[in-house]
């Protein structure tokens, strides 16, 4: 069985955010045991497993909200992180349409994901662009929880929920704040009932080529900082929407890697576009159990 690690939100090698995916045959999912172990072992943020929805199909119980059919360019899709399941994963889903994409697999320019979160679609470019059609999560200010400006190592201008995506939304001074950040992961990791925590600022200087900046800790799902989160701009997108008075925008993320999210908010969901690079081609010799 093959396995690949493409980095996703970058047209770099080595940049972006990482993702291994396998593409499986139609037919029932091989156990949640096999699916963590091979998670596990990859040891990224996440691990993309997708196969393809048939006929074969129509007996099992749809992740989605739609029916399986028989559409060749519909998929089943999950995401794992070395320590659990997760239900919404954009760079791990950018790199699995990458992959049908260079591979063939693909019969035309879109492609429909039954997942967790319900039915996703993607659009692949002609320039090789992928954008996501992802539910939208508009945050929503709450108070700042207790002691977690120390947790952070710096002062917080407002806290936001955002619903369903799970992420506790913390807007902060400037991009240097951001780009220097140094959390207490122990703590961050203590708090409960959280995906992750999201951190965002303006640009420093209007020359910028990006109009917001951001980092992403996975407190609640064993993941340290991730890359790039695609699944985060979510809520990113309709912050800095409301507060610029308009709806496409550019997404810089300031991990040590670094990547770029286009967003454009459409009604309740939002569309990230991103490009995908196949960095590693690999033979998984553990069979599916």
Not at 3 to 9: C, P, V
Not at 59 to 70: A, C, D, I, K, R
Request: with cysteine; net charge negative; hydrophobic share 45%.
């Amino acid at each position: 069985m093959r396995i690949r690690i493409i980095d996703a939100f970058t047209d770099t090698a080595f940049a972006g955010n990482p993702a291994a995916v396998l593409l499986l045959p139609a037919g029932p999912w091989p156990s949640d045991r096999w699916l963590q172990q091979v998670a596990t072992e990859m040891n990224l943020s996440e691990t993309a497993f997708a196969k393809p929805l048939n006929e074969e199909l129509l007996n099992e119980e749809p992740l989605g909200e739609e029916p399986p059919n028989e559409d060749p360019d519909a998929w089943a899709l999950r995401w794992l992180t070395p320590a659990l399941e997760v239900d919404l994963c954009g760079h791990a889903t950018l790199a699995t349409v990458h992959l049908l994409h260079t591979t063939g697999a693909l019969h035309g320019s879109s492609v429909r994901f039954e997942s967790r979160s319900g039915t996703l679609r993607a659009e692949v470019a002609a320039d090789g662009s992928i954008t996501l059609d992802f539910p939208a999560n508009p945050p929503q200010e709450v108070p700042v929880p207790e002691g977690l400006a120390e947790i952070l190592g710096a002062p917080i201008g407002a806290a936001h929920d955002t619903g369903a995506l799970g992420d506790l939304l913390v807007e902060l001074a400037d991009e240097r704040t951001v780009r220097t950040l140094r959390p207490d992961q122990t703590r961050l990791r203590a708090l409960t009932g959280l995906r992750g925590v999201i951190v965002t600022a303006a640009p420093d200087g209007a020359a910028a080529d990006y109009d917001f900046v951001s980092r992403w800790f996975g407190a609640g799902v064993d993941v340290g900082e991730d890359p790039v989160t695609g699944s985060a701009h979510t809520a990113l997108a309709p912050l800095w929407a409301a507060r610029l008075g308009r709806t496409e925008l550019t997404g810089r993320q300031l991990s040590a890697r670094g990547g770029s999210v286009l967003a454009r908010l459409d009604g309740d969901r939002v569309l990230l576009t991103g490009r995908a690079v196949t960095v590693l081609d690999g033979e998984l010799t553990s069979a599916a159990s």
